[in-house]
């Protein structure tokens, strides 16, 4: 089985090496970037499951970051790491939307506890999102789609609308 | 080394000690001389000046009092002289001598003249070769010859004279006034002997006072009257002589050594009389004539002098008092600098730490991350010497631990520095207490520790933050266990009780531990501080304590004795001030 699409998000590419090699060595598909900025970018070619952010960062901070994320919505979840000081960032960024947050530094496998539970809450949403479509799909039987199976997409290819690409993610 | 010690306790009296005792006696010094220059000299200054004045003035006023005194005695003896010598000179020219010359005409005179009481002794008629040629008077004197007398050159020469005291024929003091008269041109005399029982009494009788007196002297210095006390008449006086003067003179004399029994100091006044030419003397001690005015000058002096001396001592009174407030002033001022550093220790540790704090889990997560990177590594690798592996493994776990070791301090560290929201809640402190009793319960009979709860029923729920109480009290039972590390076994005590003081709560928790050490007691507080073993404690856990209860309002101290125990004592507010609440809902405060 393959494992979930993991976004490394931290600015210590030290950290963000290892905890890939790590992650992958437990099955999961890692990609590592440096900053919110670069994270914000990759997330609108690909598409991931989990996204681990660091929160305090240079430049775009974790908090900035997954308003950015939240706003491009997608299902994915996101995991905060924070020192503990920050435990009140934390909280907020629960409010805002994060799955949860995890104390630096962390044990691998406290932290793939976590991932696993945000996969799985990220599937049960898309997954009732599909079905939800799907049966929307079957109350409107005038509207062609267009199924990707590869990438568990299903498009409506009658509606003439001039999709965006967050349009085309959304639908 | 058994000492006593409180934290709030400690103040100047073992710090600057004989600096700043010097300095309150450079105060008081300077307080003292300044009222004195301000308020004792002047008062002095005027006080004398005045005195002075008030002396010069009254001397004054004595002296004149003299001079009017020896006036008056000049103006009733020369009087006296005067009536008498004017009647002789009346009968002298108004009769002729061969009508004087018959003895009842001159008798007539003579009671004429003494109608007066006191006047004259005897009357004679003298020729102008000094026979006698009448005579009426209580002597046999008709057969005396008086040519040679100093008094009948005198009048023959000068026409009126008056004798100084003599002896005479008679043997006896007195004098004479005698005046010359012409008839059919030739000069016949008229002499009288004045009564010199009524002249002296004139004089003699006068007094003054105790000491004083009056008396006459001729220009040779003879007494023409009795002095009480210098002498008899006609001896010679030891008076110091001038020569005729007009005018009278006051002096002050001081006493000659010869007359030892007298006062010391005398005042003299002196006066010539027109004719005879007599020295009138007034005197008198000048003790006494100053009496009055010594008295006034001492009573002026003494009132001056003892309300200088009021003022010294109330200004000294005063001053020390000052002096004492000014000390107690210091003593708070320098409580509350201890406190101001402690809290500002606080807060920059505060600020630092918390940044290291996150500089340093970057680098950890990192070496956690490595050190399982070869974990798994290991697992991979097929087949690994048995040697390896055992030191692999031990390696690996002692990492972890070392790790989870820095992870705990850095926790600390943040959780010192944080700036979290407080959340105040009802706390009913005993049963709350009683909670983190339970918590501890555990641990503390593995280490042979009894906790001895004895709380106050009475205490009122009260509003504070639950999960900081709930920090200190662990934080601090757990030192209380930690203290008896020596000691096989022990006790914790807890007790709560109603402020007496203050509105809140006291909270006391005493162990039977090993204690601390006084120079300890000071930096207990401080952050990084520790007696603990290495690794086994951060230095934390009061410093979160203190400044968590500072947060609520509250204080806390601590007396120890060493190998008896540590007793904290915690006082917390029913509630927080308004102020604190909101500070801390704003979430900050933390270091204030």
Known sequence: MIGAKILLVDDEAVFTKNMSKLLANRGYVVTAVNSGDAAIQVMEEKDFDVVVLDLKMPGMDGLTTLKEIKNLGLFTETLLLTGHGSIDSALEAIKLGAYDYLTKPCEIDELVAKIEGAWEKKDVKAKKDMNEKIDRLVESPGDVFKLFPKRKKIKNVSSRLFLTYHAFMLS | ?592
């Open chain 2, 1 to 592: 080394m058994l000492k006593k010690t409180a934290i709030n306790d400690i103040n100047l009296e073992e710090q600057p000690d004989d600096q700043r005792r010097l300095y309150y006696r450079k105060i008081f010094r300077k307080f003292v001389l300044l009222t004195i220059l301000c308020s004792l000299i002047p008062l002095l200054l005027v006080g004398w000046a005045i005195n002075i004045h008030y002396s010069d003035f009254a001397n004054t006023r004595v002296m004149k009092s003299f001079q009017t005194r020896i006036e008056h005695h000049r103006q009733v003896i020369e009087l006296f002289l005067r009536q008498r010598s004017s009647m002789l000179e009346l009968i002298a020219h108004s009769h002729t001598k061969q009508y004087l010359n018959q003895a009842e005409n001159l008798s007539k005179m003579f009671e004429l003249i003494n109608r007066e009481k006191g006047s004259i002794t005897d009357l004679g008629l003298i020729d102008e070769n000094g026979r006698h040629l009448a005579y009426i008077g209580p002597y046999d004197l008709m057969n005396c010859n008086y040519s040679k007398t100093f008094w009948f050159k005198e009048v023959m020469n000068q026409g009126i004279f008056i004798s100084d005291m003599f002896m005479g024929f008679r043997q006896e003091p007195h004098f004479v006034i005698a005046v010359t008269s012409s008839s059919q041109g030739k000069k016949w005399i008229l002499r009288a002997t004045v009564d010199s029982e009524a002249f002296r009494s004139l004089v003699e009788n006068v007094r003054i006072g105790k000491t004083g007196e009056v008396y006459l002297l001729n220009q040779q210095g003879i007494f023409q009257t009795s002095s009480r006390f210098e002498g008899r008449i006609m001896e010679k006086a030891a008076f110091e002589m001038e020569p005729v003067h007009s005018g009278i003179k006051v002096r002050i004399l001081d006493a000659q050594p010869a007359n030892g029994t007298r006062h010391p100091r005398q005042v003299v006044s002196h006066v010539w009389l027109d004719e005879p030419k007599w020295l009138l003397v007034v005197k008198q001690d000048y003790a006494e004539a100053f009496t009055d005015v010594n008295h006034a000058n001492y009573a002026v002096l003494f009132f001056l002098h003892l309300s200088a001396l009021i003022i010294l001592i109330v200004t000294v009174f005063i001053t020390r008092h000052m002096i004492n407030v000014i000390k107690q002033r210091d003593r708070e001022a320098d409580q509350l600098n201890r406190r101001l550093m402690q809290a500002g220790k606080l807060a920059s540790i505060g600020q630092l730490s918390a940044g290291v704090a996150h500089e340093i889990n970057n680098p950890l997560a990192i070496i956690l991350t490595e050190r399982q990177l070869l974990l798994d590594a290991g697992r991979l690798c097929p087949h690994p010497e048995p040697v390896f592996v055992e030191q692999f493994d031990d390696s690996m776990s002692q990492i972890d631990v070392q790790v989870q070791r820095c992870k705990r301090i850095t926790q600390n560290l943040l959780r010192f520095a944080r700036r979290t929201k407080s959340v105040i809640d009802t706390v009913n402190i005993n049963s709350f207490l009683g909670e983190v009793i339970e918590l501890m319960k555990r641990e503390a009979r593995s280490s042979g520790i009894k906790f001895m709860p004895d709380f106050d029923e009475n205490i009122p729920p009260m509003l504070s933050d639950p999960s900081q109480l709930q920090q200190v009290f662990l934080n601090l039972i757990t030192n209380a266990i930690d203290a008896h590390e020596q000691k096989p076994y022990g006790s914790v005590s807890i007790n709560t009780r109603i402020s007496g003081s203050r509105d809140g709560v006291e909270i006391l928790i005493a162990d039977t531990g090993s204690g601390i050490t006084p120079e300890n007691v000071d930096k207990i507080f401080d952050p990084f501080f520790t007696t603990k073993m290495v690794g086994k404690g951060t230095g934390l856990g009061l410093s979160i304590c203190y400044s968590i209860i500072k947060r609520l309002g509250g204080e806390i101290t601590l007396t120890s004795i060493i190998n008896e125990g540590t007793e904290f004592k915690i006082y917390l507010p029913y509630k927080p001030s308004a102020k604190l609440i909101e500070a801390m809902e704003k979430g900050d405060g933390e270091f204030d």
